[in-house]
């Protein structure tokens, strides 16, 4: 009777992986495509199928040569990156491909991932296309116009909205695998879900640092592994005259950074070094580790181990007094037609605010090297939360939820109540001052969402803590500028978020200090 229940559990878990998979499939606002070791299409969705101009069923078993030889000279390098390699790679370029069924240009972002067999080993490589061809046509409107603050807000809503879509993904993939054993038949799909899920988050991501409305998330960072990605982002935008070198293995462990701002740092520090190289030459990117001394610490850098990058050029170089400005805001040698001079003063104030610097030498016809150093994960002491746990907080207290979303509002309630909280929903913030009101019982913390129609979740805690000053909140977010603007922010939960990190979230404002 044991082994039958067991069939009957396993049975049931494999028709909730298909039907999950089946969902998803059908229902995503993006491409999905799965393709075997031979860069041959298994499997896409109708979504990527209409941009193809082909029925998902036609793509089967063809090649993606086959299917889109306009485009295979771009993709199919990046399918062999996965499968070489058996890492994930961003092509966070924003790429223009004619869609076969009309005579639309369409701009897309995609991400390509591994997929796993039971041994570990890669069977295929899955992807995502995002396509932002009316994100990109309005930037390129807002630009010619000269409202670059527009361009931040539009990414925002954009980020608000796409970031509310993966958590549901990555929520659901995650309980999911929760109710599954390892091992068991399906599992490597729904990871496969998961990880696409982190690395789409990880394109938004990207979109807000462009909009600079992203706060600094510090974590450990292999300098190598990111300069292999940049590398195979970069060396189509040098173009063919330009020799792209990355020699490895200087730095002594992992940099403490957020690594998307890190990427905006280097692509910026590519893009000057190809500017000064016009007949062509040489972009030689290095890592390294620098131990600073006491005496070294009163020029700018706490004494401490630092690992860093640094990027030569072959290029025209630069004179003292040049050296000496080219960190200055609106500082530049390109001429405003081409130049607007905030490049490098963004890198260097990206940097110095990860607690690290930027060095550059140059002589005239000699070429320029700019060394980014950054503390050391392995000896830095990492800012507050920044801990690496794996168990999520749990506990029995009373939360009151409030997401406008349906989707995301029913996956948070199951994640806080598989956590042992009790939990009150509402679906606005009129709506979370009526059920407060009528609540029986002490509300132990609030958890809101902050982009809400009517009351948003900022103008709903200052409500509630006339009543309550010692109200807790957490706050969730999808757009990043809770902190700049919210005077009421206990904690803020960024989305996409895991079972674990709101998990933690709530346990540590629950525990923490009464505000």
Request: aromatic letters at 4%.
């Amino acid at each position: 009777m044991e082994e039958v229940g067991r069939q009957d559990l396993n049975a049931a878990q494999r028709e909730l992986t298909e039907a999950m998979v089946e969902a998803l499939f059908a229902a995503a606002p993006f491409g999905l495509a799965l393709f075997d070791l031979g860069m041959r299409f298994v499997r896409v969705n109708e979504f990527l199928a209409r941009i193809n101009g082909l029925p998902a069923a036609g793509h089967v078993g063809r090649r993606f040569a086959a299917v889109r030889p306009d485009i295979a000279s771009i993709v199919e390098p990046l399918l062999q990156q996965v499968i070489d390699t058996g890492s994930a790679v961003s092509d966070v370029r924003i790429s223009e491909i004619p869609e076969t069924a009309s005579d639309r240009m369409l701009h897309t972002v995609a991400v390509y991932y591994p997929l796993r067999g039971r041994d570990g080993n890669t069977v295929g490589v899955g992807s995502i296309v995002l396509d932002v061809t009316e994100l990109r046509v309005l930037e390129e409107q807002l630009q010619r116009a000269g409202r670059l603050e527009a361009v931040g807000l539009l990414a925002g809503g954009v980020a608000h909205d796409f970031n509310n879509l993966l958590t549901v993904i990555s929520g659901h993939a995650a309980l999911a695998l929760a109710a599954m054993p390892k091992g068991g038949e399906g599992r490597d799909d729904v990871e496969g879900v998961a990880h696409a899920a982190e690395r789409a988050a990880e394109v938004v991501r990207n979109l807000l640092a462009f909009a600079r409305q992203a706060d600094l998330r510090p974590r450990p960072v292999d300098l190598d592994s990111t300069l292999r990605e940049l590398a195979t982002l970069m060396r189509p935008t040098l173009g063919p005259r330009i020799e792209l070198v990355h020699e490895p293995g200087g730095a002594s462990g992992p940099a403490l950074v957020d690594p998307v701002q890190l990427q905006q740092v280097l692509v910026n520090l590519a893009v000057n070094a190809g500017d000064a190289m016009p007949d062509g030459g040489t972009l030689t990117l290095r890592t390294l580790t620098l131990e600073v001394g006491d005496e070294e610490g009163a020029a700018g850098l706490r004494p401490g181990r630092y690992v860093g990058v640094s990027v030569a050029d072959t290029g025209t170089g630069m004179d003292e007094a040049t050296v000496g400005r080219v960190f200055e805001p609106f500082f530049t040698t390109k001429g405003m037609e081409r130049g607007t001079g905030l490049g490098l003063s963004t890198a260097h104030g990206i940097v110095a605010q990860s607690g690290g610097e930027i060095r550059a030498v140059s002589r005239p016809g000699s070429g320029s090297t700019f060394t980014v150093l950054l503390p050391s994960a392995d000896s830095a002491p990492g800012p507050a939360g920044t801990t690496q746990a794996t168990e999520p907080g749990s506990g029995s207290e009373t939360i009151m939820l409030v997401e406008d979303e349906e989707m995301l509002r029913t996956l948070a309630e199951r994640q806080l109540t598989r956590l042992g909280y009790t939990v009150v929903c509402a679906a606005s913030g009129e709506e979370a001052l009526e059920r407060i009101a009528r609540f029986e019982g002490e509300i132990d913390l609030v958890v809101t969402d902050v982009v809400m129609p009517g009351l948003t979740g900022q103008e709903l805690a200052r409500r509630l803590r006339r009543e309550r000053p010692a109200l807790r909140v957490l706050f969730m977010s999808g757009s990043g500028t809770v902190r700049d603007e919210s005077e009421a922010a206990d904690e803020l939960l960024a989305k996409p978020f895991s079972l674990e990190t709101l998990g933690r979230a709530v346990r540590r404002e629950l525990d923490g200090p009464a505000r």
